[in-house]
């Protein structure tokens, strides 16, 4: 009998993501996520932080998935800002190659969102570093109700933060792995 099953009634409990969201505008980048973990149907913790500052404050990260793995990666990724200072896109695709060809990090459950003054990128297990078309982006199993709301009035808020808070309002009232216990945080730009 298989361990893994796509039955609900059989299946081992899974972590669900999250919801993080990037807004950038002309003045400021903000990541905002919820706070909420849950496994299965169990809301677990109803207040983590899963954004965070990282290289002196110069940079911006949010994840979806595994806490563990995400703060691995967070370490690897001050590694890599450290040996290419000020260079976020060199040190996300060097974190991406290490990521997707060590045996030990490609077991790692993540997926995660940075950004800096010039840059929002997300990172993801398989190898890619995307720079978002659009100066909105979002992970985890509330992003793209997230990323809707934030495209739908993006054109009508100048203030980040004010935008990416009102479109995570409408993921939490939508998305049942979604709470509204937010963590912002923002760089001028």
């Not at 207040?47 to 703060?71: C, E, P, Q, S, Y």
């Not at 459950?109 to 950004?115: G, Y």
């Not at 808070?165 to 937010?182: G, H, K, P, Q, W």
Request: charged share 25%.
């Amino acid at each position: 009998m298989p361990l893994v099953t796509d039955d609900p009634q059989t299946a081992p409990p899974r972590w669900h993501a999250t919801t993080i969201l990037a807004v950038r505008k002309p003045d400021r980048v903000v990541i905002i996520g919820d706070g909420q973990v849950s496994i299965g149907q169990t809301v677990m913790k109803g207040n983590a932080r899963k954004v965070r500052t990282l290289h002196g404050g110069r940079i911006l990260a949010g994840f979806a998935g595994a806490t563990a793995d995400a703060f691995t990666l967070f370490e690897r990724l001050e590694e890599k800002l450290e040996r290419f200072p000020g260079q976020l896109q060199r040190a996300a695709v060097e974190l991406a190659k290490d990521w997707r060809t060590e045996k030990y990090l490609q077991k790692l459950e993540a997926m995660l969102i940075v950004a800096d003054r010039e840059v929002t990128l997300v990172l993801t297990g398989t190898g890619d570093v995307l720079e978002p078309e659009h100066d909105v982006v979002a992970i985890g199993s509330g992003g793209n109700y997230a990323l809707a709301a934030a495209r739908a009035v993006y054109d009508y808020e100048a203030d980040a933060e004010a935008l990416a808070t009102r479109a995570m309002e409408i993921a939490a009232d939508v998305c049942v792995y979604t709470n509204s216990s937010f963590t912002i945080e923002t760089l001028d730009s």
